[in-house]
C-alpha cells in the first residue's frame, strides 16, 4: 500500500554515448524533455573530462544526484531537497541499478552492445522502479534493511515453510505480507540484504494473479545467471515465494502450495489483517503514532504506522489521550521519514562494523566486483564535527514530536503525538524500545534466532 506521493524523476544513460535509456516519473510533474536530460549528462560528462567526480548538487529546494555504474551506465536522480546529506539518495540510485540487475543481469548492462534492444529490455523493470521509486510503507530503500513482520507461532509457519521448499526442491524460499517477510528458510536468509529487499519490493510490485513464473539475477550472488523465482498468492497481499531452477514446473509447485498452506489460513489471515507489524500482545501508549526499529547487525527491521495501544495508568497515556487519529497513516509515514532522513547517517551510525558482510564470490565461483561505497564528504556530517558520539535526538514540531535513540545495535525512530510533554519524550521512546526488543516474537523476527 502506498502512503503519501514522492515528486522525483529518474533517468538512465549509457555513459559512453550519453543516449536516454529511459526516463520514469512519479508524482503530478511534467515529462523530462530530451534536452533537460541531456544537459544533466553533460554536466556530469564535463566534470568527469576534468578528472572531477559530481556527485550532487541542489537548486531551488531541488537535489540532483549522479551515479556512474561499471562505466557503462549513468542515472541520475532529480527529488526534492529534504535531506541535509544525499547519503540516501546515492543508496537509492544503487538499489535502482541493482534492481535492473536483478531482472536482466549485470552481463547487458556492464557492456551495453545494443542500445535499442536494451531499452526494450529494460521495459519489463519499470514497475519495480516505480515501486521503488515512490512512497510504500516498506522502509528498505531508506533504512537498507530488511522490513519484517514479527507474529505469533512463528515455529509452525517456519516449519511448513521448510517444507513447503524442499517439495519443491528448493532451499529458498519466503511467505511475505504486503512486501515485508513474515518467514523465510535459512538460505534466504543467507542472501544479502540488498537481493532480499529487492526481491520483496519486486513481489509487492508485481500485477495480482494466483501464480507467477520470473526470471531473476541475485545482484550478488548470481547476477550472470538467472534464476525463477515462483510467486504464488494465499491471500490478498499474502504471498509465498521460492527460488528454484529448472525444475519443478509451475503447474506442480502450485499443486504443492494447496498440500502446505491450506491448513494454514485462518494464521496467514491474522498475519494479514495485523496492521502493527508486531504481535496483538506488544502494547505501546496511545502517545505512540509510528516507530521504525532497525537491527544493524542483522539487516533488519520492523515498522509500523499503526501500533497497538492501550489505555494505561501512566501520565503519558493521559497527556495523549485524543491525539492518536490526528495523524493520517500518510502524514505519519511522511514525517517518519523526514525524521530519519534527518538524524541517520547525519547524526546517528547506519551500520556497525561487525554487521552483515556482502558476498564477494557469485554462486558460480566468479569474483563479484564489489559494491560501491557511498561515502558523503565527513564536513557534511554533523556527527563528523562532535568529539562525542551522538545516540539520542529529537524534535517538536505542531504536529508531532520524535525521538531517535541508538543503543546496542538497534536504531529506534519513533514518533510520537505532539502534547508529549518534551521531558516524557526519552522516557517513552525507551519504553518502546525495552517493549520491542524484550518481545521473544519480535527478537525471532529481527534476528533469527530459534523459538523455545
Known amino acids: 500500500p502506498r502512503t503519501y506521493t514522492i515528486m522525483a524523476y529518474l533517468a538512465a544513460i549509457t555513459a559512453e554515448t550519453g543516449v536516454p535509456l529511459f526516463v520514469r516519473t512519479t508524482g503530478n510533474l511534467p515529462p523530462l524533455s530530451f534536452p533537460v536530460v541531456g544537459s544533466l549528462n553533460g554536466v556530469h560528462l564535463f566534470a568527469s573530462n ?68 536494451l531499452k526494450k529490455d529494460l521495459k519489463c523493470c519499470y514497475p519495480l522502479i516505480d515501486n521503488l521509486l515512490q512512497g510504500t510503507q516498506l522502509m528498505y530503500p531508506l533504512t537498507q534493511s530488511v522490513d519484517v513482520v514479527a507474529v505469533e ?40 540484504p540488498l537481493e532480499i529487499g529487492l526481491l520483496a519490493h519486486l513481489i509487492a510490485s508485481l500485477p495480482p494473479a494466483r501464480c507467477q513464473d520470473i526470471p531473476v539475477y541475485l545482484p550478488r550472488a548470481s547476477n550472470k545467471v538467472a534464476h525463477r523465482m515462483l510467486v504464488f498468492s494465499l491471500l490478498e497481499g499474502v504471498h509465498v515465494c521460492v527460488l528454484c531452477d529448472a525444475e519443478p514446473s509451475l503447474r506442480r509447485a502450485q499443486d504443492e502450495v494447496g498440500v502446505y498452506w491450506s491448513g494454514l489460513t485462518e494464521r496467514l489471515v491474522k498475519c494479514a489483517r495485523n496492521p502493527s507489524s508486531v504481535p496483538p500482545g506488544v502494547d505501546l ?54 525524521f530519519y532522513k534527518t538524524v541517520a547517517d547525519n547524526m546517528l551510525p547506519s551500520q556497525v562494523k561487525d554487521g552483515v558482510k556482502q558476498e564477494t564470490t557469485a554462486a558460480n565461483g566468479a569474483q563479484l566486483r564489489p559494491p560501491e561505497e557511498v561515502t558523503p564528504a565527513n564536513g ?8 562525542h558520539k551522538i545516540t539520542e535526538s529529537y ?36 519504553d518502546v524500545y525495552k517493549t520491542l526488543t524484550d518481545n521473544k516474537e519480535v527478537g525471532v523476527a529481527l534476528e533469527g534466532a530459534p523459538v523455545n
Open 285 to 338: 501508549s496511545p502517545s505512540v503514532l509510528a516507530f521504525c526499529l532497525v537491527n544493524l547487525r542483522s539487516r533488519r527491521c520492523v515498522s509500523s504506522l499503526k501500533p497497538s495501544t492501550f489505555l494505561g495508568d501512566s501520565i503519558n497515556n493521559t497527556l495523549s489521550a485524543g491525539f492518536q487519529g490526528e495523524l493520517s497513516t500518510e502524514e505519519r509515514h511522511r514525517y517518519l521519514v523526514d
Open 380 to 387: 557534511r556530517l554533523l556527527h563528523a564535527g562532535i568529539p
Open 395 to 430: 524534535i517538536c514540531t505542531k504536529k508531532y514530536k520524535a525521538y531517535t535513540l541508538h543503543q546496542d545495535e538497534y536504531n529506534l525512530f519513533v514518533l510520537l503525538t505532539p502534547n508529549t510533554p518534551t521531558f516524557a519524550l526519552r522516557k517513552a521512546t525507551m
Open 50 to 117: 576534468l578528472k572531477t567526480s559530481l556527485l550532487s548538487c541542489t537548486n531551488g529546494g531541488v537535489k540532483v544526484v549522479w551515479k556512474c555504474f561499471y562505466q557503462s551506465i549513468t542515472l541520475i536522480l532529480v527529488m526534492t531537497d529534504d535531506s541535509p546529506v544525499e547519503t540516501h539518495l546515492l543508496h537509492l540510485l544503487d538499489t535502482m541499478f541493482n534492481a535492473l540487475v536483478l531482472l536482466i543481469g549485470l552481463q547487458e548492462l556492464e557492456c551495453v552492445q545494443n542500445v535499442e534492444r
Open 153 to 192: 507461532d512463528v515455529s509452525t509457519l517456519s516449519q511448513c515453510m521448510d517444507a513447503f521448499s524442499e517439495a519443491v526442491h528448493s532451499g529458498y524460499g519466503c511467505v511475505s505480507v504486503d512486501g515485508k517477510i513474515i518467514v523465510a528458510t535459512e538460505s534466504w536468509w543467507n542472501l544479502s
